[in-house]
């Protein structure tokens, strides 16, 4: 499974951005991940076929994440931005993940390139 995702950019804080990733195939469950400057890796958001959303508290009521699923391509809409939102953005996929995994790197198996987002504040 090949993932392209795109959409990051250099925003003001306040503002929204939308990124996308698409799959090459049909999957189970898609996530985002962000690595800031300095950091580890840490979840953002996630969901699966059938519809169940996972957040990480900093983003929840902020970002939103939704898929279309004829074309394999989830979205994570980012409102409200914030300066510590700045980091590259990583779309995983996998399937067969479970509803208490979702926020786990280890249960994605695969990734694709990162998409650099930068807040201005």
């Known amino acids: 499974v090949q993932l392209q995702a795109s959409g990051g950019g250099l925003v003001q804080a306040g503002a929204s951005l939308r990124l996308s990733c698409a799959a090459s195939?049909?999957?189970?469950?898609m996530a985002w991940f962000r690595q800031a400057p300095g950091k580890e890796r840490e979840f953002v958001a996630a969901?699966?076929?059938?519809?169940?959303?996972s957040y990480t508290d900093s983003v929840r009521g902020r970002f939103t994440i939704s898929s279309d699923t004829s074309k394999n391509t989830v979205y994570l809409q980012m409102n409200s931005l914030k300066s510590e939102d700045t980091a590259v953005y990583y779309c995983?996929?996998?399937?067969?993940?479970?509803?208490?995994?979702?926020?786990?790197?280890?249960?994605?198996?695969?990734w694709g390139q990162g998409t650099q987002v930068t807040v201005s504040s």
């Open positions: 195939e049909r999957i189970y469950a």
């Open positions: 969901i699966r076929r059938g519809g169940s959303t």
């Open positions: 995983a996929a996998g399937n067969g993940v479970i509803l208490s995994s979702m926020n786990r790197a280890g249960a994605y198996n695969y």
